[in-house]
């Protein structure tokens, strides 16, 4: 799928089996990062360390976004198994699916970010939702039988006076 799949957020919560890793060369005592620091699930499910594109912060509500905040690309691998899964084919998670990571992310996190940029270069809409929504808005993306869309999501409001606006078409 030909899709940039994006998670921001101010900082990785503690995930039980989340297990950072970064191949390094040692060379006269100093190690030399061979790699993006990642993050790994399981056999299928890496966040890797990236850059967010220059466009997005402009689409996010005013303040929301800090551009301290980490990025990671959700590797392929997971992105496919799963679009798999959903369109019935069976795949081995071996316990460590990448919508429960989701999950865990998204639930443990103040605010967030999942980008689904189709092409590396289409968002039709910014959504704010709930991270069940989130999971389920990708989940109907996944699915061959559905149209797809490049969107945004970000936490829902919690509050009245939250600037976060429930759906914005770009």
């Not at 990062?33 to 299928?44: A, L």
Request: charge should be negative.
């Amino acid at each position: 799928m030909d899709v940039l799949f994006q998670l921001l957020v101010p900082e990785l919560p503690q995930i039980e089996n989340l297990v950072r890793h970064q191949r390094v060369f040692n060379w006269g005592g100093v190690d030399y990062p061979q790699e993006p620091i990642s993050y790994k699930w399981g056999e299928h499910v890496e966040l890797v360390l990236s850059a967010l594109q220059p466009h997005i912060p402009e689409l996010l509500p005013e303040g929301y976004f800090n551009e301290d905040w980490l990025v990671f690309d959700v590797a392929d691998e997971g992105v496919e198994l799963w679009g798999s899964e959903l369109n019935q084919r069976e795949v081995k998670w071996s316990g460590h699916r990448l919508d429960d990571l989701l999950r865990l992310v998204l639930n443990q996190s103040e605010r967030w970010v999942v980008i689904f940029e189709l092409h590396f270069d289409q968002i039709d809409s910014v959504y704010a939702l709930s991270p069940d929504e989130c999971v389920e808005k990708l989940e109907s993306n996944l699915r061959w039988i559905q149209s797809q869309e490049g969107f945004i999501c970000i936490k829902s409001a919690l509050g009245a006076d939250s600037p976060v606006r429930s759906c914005r078409t770009v």
